[in-house]
């Protein structure tokens, strides 16, 4: 076990919260890492991360970004979207920052190798919608510039496709809330487009 030493007395405190509580249920959590996403930092166990072996940080593809002098994993990323990113590993439920434009948000997710598939329940809609929006802006730029090619299509028809076949059956129940939600995004997204 590692000694306490005063200057960083508060810090440590709180680091053995987990410790006892993992103690109470006979777990004991095998190490704390450090993960600086462009200069900010997130701690967590690396149990954590290992909940999902087939994700970037649950592999050990996350050691060709171990930093030896700093002893500490750096992501030149998005550090607003790497929280839900590690919320999913804390949580196992992966949720959509209203804020986040949605390209940037998949961007992120792609990199870290989480599929937005697994997005819970509370976000999977505006999700979605987000994304059909999007895919609908993009068809009519294609439209209106023909000549011009989208790398990204493939994969956004991709997606597109995937939410054509709902795995949910709450899907219909909410069908009536979504076309109000979808023409205030539009609004929305219109009023945006002017500025
Ligand atoms: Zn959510």
Redesign the pocket.
Same mark, same amino acid.
């Given at each position: 076990m590692q000694l306490i030493s005063g200057h960083n007395m508060a810090a440590g405190v709180a680091a053995w919260l987990p410790f006892a509580r993992a103690a109470a249920i006979g777990w004991m959590p095998d190490e704390l890492i450090v993960l600086n996403v462009s200069g900010r930092r997130f701690q967590t166990w690396r149990n954590t991360l290992d909940r999902y072996p087939d994700t970037l940080l649950g592999s050990s593809e996350k050691e060709f970004f171990y930093n030896e002098e700093t002893k500490e994993y750096f992501f030149d990323r998005d550090p607003d979207v790497f929280r839900s990113v590690l919320n999913f590993y804390r949580t196992g439920?992966?949720?959509?920052p209203r804020y986040e434009c949605i390209s940037s948000y998949d961007e992120e997710l792609a990199f870290f190798g989480i599929v937005p598939e697994i997005?819970?329940? $509370? $976000?999977y809609e505006e999700y979605k919608d987000r994304k059909r929006e999007n895919a609908e802006r993009l068809m009519d730029d294609q439209e209106d510039n023909k000549d011009a090619k989208l790398p990204n299509m493939t994969f956004r028809e991709t997606m597109w496709r995937a939410f054509e076949n709902p795995h949910t059956s709450t899907m219909g129940q909410r069908h009536g809330d979504l076309s109000v939600q979808r023409s205030r995004e539009k609004r929305l997204f219109s009023s945006r487009e002017l500025v």
């Open positions: 439920k992966l949720h959509y997005i819970g329940d $509370c $976000c």
